[in-house]
């Protein structure tokens, strides 16, 4: 399969050289990534400065196209642009995990979603650590996944956001298919003075408040591979239901 | 009520003034916005840089709270920080439209979206123009609006995307209650070559290819000011059943 492989930790990143190592085996791979790391950049799409393309090279050997750009101005570029029509889109593996609300804020998995905007199936693909990362069974998983995904009757592009606990893989309890949690993160603000006294903030975020376990964030604490299928309708369709039929309508004389 | 307003055009924006000034008059406003114009950003956060808060004056009187991030950042910040809990976020008035799949890549919907997932009912606003806006009908209708809407039997809070024709108010043909359409763009990629002879693209979008005259697209295209209800769980339902009812399940020997 012709596969084209982005994430948002950029185009150096060790998830998407492991990727690309196990993919490469089976598959014609095309890198298009961010030139540097875009973690939280969410659904961003750069439209008020121009996007440049660098080829980049390790050794004599052709690695990839490095775009000034976010995850989703890559696979749009790829594309339209760079690589054209592709039979899947490869995003990851991302250094940390991608569940619960998180996704809202994810360049991982906003690269995916734009691949199936679209109309091409995607993965993302994140791993639930961030230090000393082993990537290599996550990516030998994601190559079998993709095997398996491909020979299974689904009618139209999928879109699957996966994460993969990191753990030795004989501990790893199996996979579960999920939702995404949509409880609330514990969030918080570490105010800070700078060097001149002026006050400066940190973002933060404890823990999810989850306790589902038939969620993506609790099914990867206990030790399974989560597989999301994600969808970008963001219509609210019971409260639009509730709306339509309100009897007392709002009457403005235009 | 407490209403902290926001935008994605910046704190300076016209859209956002005009907003205070009618709101301003039945209400309590706080405004938190981004310093600078954010536009496109998506749900993006800021988690890899220090956010910095100015507070802005207009001669001697208090105009709000910039801040050097995006839109989420901004109401994170305003609630948990700057602000406390209110009644209401409004985000807006943006200019420019803000339907169909490009309320994955808005500053101002992921704004009210934030305000959402963190407890608080929120609107976003936007117009349906760029040049020669006049904002002050849109202002008028949200507050309008406003006053209906917490009128209404609504058990949870609720989070509206609200996008206004740019007409003679009296050529709107009404208010409709619809979903957000899912159609694809016509996207492109301008190539051009700069002053060195390198290459650069900008990114651009032509039109919806939506047909639907139950979207927001379409609705709104008609002269319709359109009203849809907004969520964040971006769970494929359907594919998930699908996947969880496979009989060829993947086995994998942990």
């Known amino acids: ?123 993302s693909v994140s791993i639930d650590a961030y230090e000393n990362v082993d990537y290599y069974f996550a990516a030998y998983f994601t190559s079998i996944f993709i095997n398996y995904i491909f020979k299974l009757p689904l009618n139209s592009p999928f879109c699957l956001n996966i994460n993969i606990p990191h753990m030795n893989p004989h501990k790893i309890k199996g996979i579960k298919y999920v939702k995404q949690s949509t409880a ?24 999810h408040t989850e306790i589902d376990p038939e969620t993506d964030v609790i099914a990867l604490k206990e030790g399974y591979i989560t597989i999301t299928p994600i969808q970008f309708d963001l219509t609210n369709y019971s409260l639009l239901n509730i709306l339509k039929q309100v009897k007392d309508k709002l009457f403005i004389n235009f």
């Not at 799409?45 to 775009?67: C, D, E, H, M």
């Not at 969030?187 to 400066?200: N, Q």
């Open 1 to 123: 399969m012709k596969i084209l492989l982005t994430n948002d930790d950029g185009i150096y990143a060790e998830g998407l050289c492991a990727l690309y190592e196990i993919l490469s085996l089976d598959h014609e791979i095309y890198v298009v990534a961010p030139e540097s790391e875009r973690s939280a950049v969410g659904h961003a799409i750069t439209i008020n400065q121009p996007l440049r393309v660098t080829k980049i090279k390790r050794g004599n050997f052709f690695w990839g196209y490095a775009i000034n750009g976010t995850p989703a101005d890559c696979v749009k570029l790829a594309i339209y642009e760079l690589v054209g029509p592709v039979d899947l889109v490869v995003s990851g593996i991302n250094k940390g995990a991608n569940v619960g609300i998180n996704l809202l804020y994810s360049g991982t998995v906003s690269a995916a979603t734009e691949a199936k905007m679209l109309g091409y199936s995607s993965i």
């Open 184 to 207: 609330k993160l514990k969030e918080f603000f570490d105010k800070r003075l700078d060097l001149h006294g002026k006050i400066y903030y940190w973002q933060g975020a404890k823990e």
